[in-house]
């Protein structure tokens, strides 16, 4: 993925998305989660969000280039992963541009590691 679209502001390494993908899965089995965008647009502006996930690959990128600007107003941490179809099939449909972490379940203890890399390269 050469051309980056505008919304992603920082890089995530391809070992930490591939953290933040099984915290989603993990999160999706024994937590909960939202998928698509209106839903995780809702989940962050109701402070219901512990966690955001954005695809890079989404078209049109209109779609979800709100979502790090909300994060970063709600004080939400977020990542990028490549693929939408990745994160989709973690949570069992076929692509989400984004998922919402409501509930870490029983990854809880991942996702402090993931955020606090997170923290590190968003600055």
Same mark, same amino acid.
């Given at each position: 993925?050469?051309?980056?679209?505008?919304?992603?502001?920082?890089?995530?390494p391809? /070992?930490?998305?591939?953290?933040?993908?099984?915290?989603?899965?993990?999160?999706?089995?024994?937590?909960?989660?939202?998928k698509?965008?209106?839903?995780?647009?809702?989940?962050?502006?109701?402070?219901?969000?512990?966690?955001?996930?954005?695809?890079? /690959?989404?078209?049109?990128?209109?779609?979800?280039?709100?979502?790090?600007?909300?994060?970063?107003?709600k004080?939400?941490?977020?990542?990028?992963?490549?693929?939408?179809? /990745?994160?989709?099939?973690?949570?069992?449909?076929?692509s989400?541009?984004?998922?919402?972490?409501?509930?870490?379940?029983k990854?809880?203890?991942?996702?402090?590691?993931?955020?606090?890399?997170?923290?590190?390269?968003?600055?």
């Amino acid at each position: 993925m050469a051309d980056k679209a505008a919304y992603v502001k920082f890089d995530v390494p391809k /070992d930490l998305q591939d953290k933040i993908l099984s915290g989603v899965e993990m999160a999706k089995e024994s937590g909960k989660i939202r998928k698509g965008t209106n839903e995780v647009t809702k989940a962050v502006e109701r402070n219901d969000a512990k966690f955001v996930v954005i695809a890079m /690959d989404v078209q049109p990128p209109e779609v979800v280039a709100h979502l790090p600007l909300l994060c970063d107003e709600k004080k939400v941490p977020y990542a990028f992963v490549n693929s939408k179809n /990745d994160l989709g099939s973690r949570i069992g449909i076929q692509s989400a541009a984004s998922v919402a972490v409501i509930e870490f379940g029983k990854s809880e203890e991942e996702f402090k590691k993931i955020i606090e890399e997170v923290a590190k390269l968003n600055k």
